[in-house]
């Protein structure tokens, strides 16, 4: 999201434009005045963007921000917005409601919704057609005024300095806190098991020194078990250039995003998650850099030798932080774990066979058209492809 930030704005400006100059085109139905309504969940707020159009015509828009709906479901938010937006005397309710799906208590909305306006309302969401490119505009929109106001807090420096403070004060850090580090594991049913490690400064991200991991002594799904190899992957040589300077052979712990050592360490899970992590710390003598771990469920901060959390209040800044931290490892996290599925899913058995490189793929498939026609080729036919030979044929039939 910070790395798109100029992206996010272009598009905004553009959609506004549209929103000025557009004379949106909707079907024959009579019933061309409507209300278009999606929003976006962060961690624990919601952007709900809206759409006025009145005789196909868009007339205008409006947003709202809602804090603390981190328990609450798409249709329940959706639903309570509803309720509360149309409550206003001076707002007129349209007899269509769009919306990118039905909030919850649909059919005591529609009744009350109805009564307001005295007469028909009908709340859909369209699966198709040209309703249905209104909605996804609007949750475009919607989406990107999240991103934009996460931007903007990352700008505030006041409200950073205060969410830094507070985050202090409940942790009860022994050193200020200017280097956050937060890790994040990603796995679909166990395939291609990954971490982020991303680095927040001053409460703001640092994508220089952050850094991806693959698995590599991790079989099938074991967060656990990939925590520590994260962190003794991430630390081992922390560890070991303390120890250097501690013996007086060593220079220091260097400059990289692997020699600095963090003020805190946030992991995403819960207890078991920072057992793990605390259990890779004690190993490495690294007991001393503070640890927490943040469980998404009720977004209870756990550290060690505590049995209960930390509770943050859900209109705190520091709650605020620590969820920016955490969303941006997941979501680094998975971006990597997506562009691997992705490589994984390009691969060919043809990869498999010794002799057989990207120039003879690409000529077998050429000439064979699919890894099926390959299949059923016979061994004079696929000898007979430019750079192949007799013996390396017989092996790629035995081989697929």
């Known amino acids: 999201e910070f790395e798109r930030a100029a992206v996010l704005r272009d598009r905004i400006k553009a959609v506004e434009k549209v929103a000025e100059e557009q004379r949106i085109k909707v079907d024959s139905n009579p019933i061309s005045d409507m209300d278009v309504i999606a929003l976006a969940q962060g961690s624990n707020e919601t952007w709900v963007e809206v759409f006025f159009i009145r005789k196909g015509k868009l007339i205008g828009r409006d947003h709202f921000f809602m804090e603390g709906t981190q328990d609450d479901s798409e249709e329940l938010v959706l639903g309570q917005f509803i309720k509360q937006f149309y409550q206003t005397a001076a707002l007129v309710v349209p007899p269509r409601i769009v919306v990118q799906q039905m909030p919850e208590d649909e059919e005591t909305i529609t009744v009350w919704l109805r009564q307001v306006r005295g007469g028909a309302v009908h709340i859909v969401c369209p699966k198709r057609g040209i309703h249905k490119q209104l909605v996804q505009s609007v949750a475009d929109n919607a989406r990107q005024g999240l991103a934009q106001h996460r931007i903007t807090w990352m700008g505030n420096t006041d409200i950073i300095q205060q969410a830094i403070s ?58 656990f078990e990939s925590i520590r190899e994260v962190l003794r992957r991430r630390f081992k040589r922390l560890a070991s250039a303390r120890a250097a300077e501690q013996r007086g052979e060593g220079e220091g712990t260097g400059v990289d995003s692997f020699g600095v050592i963090p003020d805190l360490v946030l992991i995403d899970g819960g207890k078991g998650q920072l057992s793990a992590a605390l259990e890779v710390f004690l190993e490495l003598g ?40 955490r969303d941006e490892a997941h979501r680094f996290a998975i971006t990597y774990h997506r562009n691997l599925r992705s490589k994984s899913s390009l691969k060919s058995p043809l990869d498999n066979v010794t002799g057989i490189g990207p120039k003879r793929k690409r000529m077998l498939m050429r000439r064979f058209g699919t890894l099926e026609g390959i299949k059923e080729a016979a061994v004079d036919d696929l000898a007979s492809v430019p750079g192949m030979t007799r013996s390396l044929a017989i092996r790629l039939k035995q081989s697929i």
Do not use: W
Not at 186 to 215: L, W
Not at 299 to 315: A, T
């Open 286 to 325: 690294l007991d001393d850099v503070p640890l927490a771990s943040l469980a998404k469920e009720n977004e209870e901060i756990f550290v060690p030798h505590s049995p209960e959390p930390i509770v943050l209040p859900r209109d705190s800044q520091a709650l605020y932080l620590v969820q920016r931290i």
């Open 166 to 223: 507070d985050l202090e004060e409940e942790l009860s850090l022994p050193l200020p806190l200017r280097r956050m580090e937060c890790y994040d594991i990603s796995h679909i049913q166990g395939s291609n098991t990954v971490a982020s490690m991303v680095v927040f400064e001053d409460g703001k991200p640092k994508p220089a020194h952050y850094r991806r991991f693959k698995m590599k002594t991790v079989d099938g799904v074991d967060d």
